[in-house]
């Protein structure tokens, strides 16, 4: 049951009865056995997702200063700007430059003593309107177009997984109470030694949406025996990825895949948008025993056992709430932005100081 290639599903069989099932059958096969996914024939608009391609060089060709303005570090939601190498996976620097974005989202988080992962979601950083006329208009309507697909995408899931077209729908909360989010990464070309754009990693939610927006390969996903399997870009599609909120409460029947980006080779760099599906923040996942058919749990059976991977992120949803899960994820990546928001949590998980991250962080 192990995988060479990620496959290809084409989103236009739901729109008949035969080809919806079909669709469903190809669909579980990916949930099980690969944990990723090319999406293609999807509803999200060509002309929309080439705007937000155009975007993404403009967006790093900004001068440093407005860049710098956006920094990540004002934001307690950690969203805005990430310079070159500020990044960390699993204690090594990541190769790429990026900016957090989000859907809107009026954030819950009031005065001390409220949830501290409520303060996790919360307003956008956006460049000025005159450095980058209609950015904010267009890629927010992308985004909505992607948010409404992955909330159609969930009920799929919730399907193939014999758990009826509602079965995922209790772990979200109505819309004006969530917040989705996506970030614009370039990935330079590689220099030096370190060819680690990010590395090996799990996603946290139920899945995440990718467009490579580029031609430049480099996302690799672990299959069952650990082997690397080159996911390359095929315009026209979105990569789909499930993430490990969904294995963790399905028990492992989905596979969140470990997958790490290697700094492209040549000379142009590599561009990808990422959108990351959330679940509520509050969400308890152990509190929640979905129940799957027999036929279903005898293909988990017939994959067989998982070798290790290199990824071990996102691990305590067996004691704590999904934005907890988050904010810690969030924590460990950017240890800057933490000092300043969430020293006591910062103080948990660095107890050396950011100066000793790479060699004396907790795990």
């Known amino acids: 049951m192990d995988f060479t290639a990620v496959p290809i599903l084409d989103y236009s069989l739901v729109g008949t009865p035969a ?4 669709f469903v059958i190809q669909l579980r ?3 099980i056995n690969v944990g990723f996914l090319y999406l293609s024939n999807h509803p999200v608009s060509q002309d929309d997702i080439d705007l937000a391609i155009s975007y993404a060089p403009r967006l790093f060709a900004l001068p440093q200063g407005a860049k710098d303005a ?15 190498g500020t990044e960390f996976t699993k204690g090594v620097l990541d190769q790429r430059e990026q900016f957090d974005f989000a859907t809107e989202h009026a954030c819950r988080w009031i005065k001390p003593g409220d949830p501290e992962h409520h303060r996790l979601w919360g307003p956008c950083q956006w460049p000025e309107e005159k450095l980058i006329p209609g950015f904010r208009e267009d890629y927010g309507r992308y985004l909505k177009q992607v948010e409404d697909l992955s909330l159609k995408f969930s009920s799929l899931m919730a399907e193939a997984l014999g ?8 772990f979200y909360d109505p819309p004006e109470l969530m917040q989705h989010r996506t970030k614009i990464l370039k990935y330079p070309a590689a220099d030096g030694s370190n060819i680690q754009g990010v590395g090996p990693h799990y996603d946290i939610g139920f899945l995440t949406i990718l467009l490579q927006a580029s031609g430049q390969t480099g996302l690799q996903v672990q299959n069952l025996t650990g082997e690397w399997v080159d996911v390359p870009p095929i315009p026209g599609t979105f990569v789909v990825n499930i993430g490990r909120a969904l294995e963790f409460v399905t028990r492992g029947l989905a596979r969140a895949t470990s997958h790490r980006v290697l700094s492209p080779k ?3 760099p590599r561009y990808s948008l990422p959108f990351f599906q959330n679940i509520s923040l509050d969400a308890k996942l152990t509190e929640h025993n979905l129940e799957f058919p027999a036929k279903i749990l005898a293909l988990q059976e017939a994959r067989g056992k998982i070798s290790p991977t290199e990824s071990m992120n996102f691990t305590q949803f067996d004691t704590e709430p999904y934005g907890k899960v988050h904010l810690i994820g969030r924590v460990k990546s950017h240890p800057d932005v933490a000092q300043l928001h969430y020293p006591e949590i910062f103080e948990k998980y660095f107890p050396c100081g950011y100066g000793g991250f790479s060699k004396k962080a907790v795990p």
Do not use: C, E, I, Q
């Not at 080809?19 to 079909?22: L, M, N, Q, T």
């Not at 990540?72 to 070159?84: A, C, E, L, Q, V």
């Open 266 to 268: 040549g000379n142009a």
């Open 19 to 22: 080809g919806h099932s079909k």
């Open 29 to 31: 096969h990916a949930l």
């Open 70 to 84: 956006m920094k990540m570090t004002n934001s307690p939601h950690f969203m805005g700007y990430s310079k070159f």
């Open 163 to 170: 758990l009826g077209p509602d079965g995922l729908t209790k």
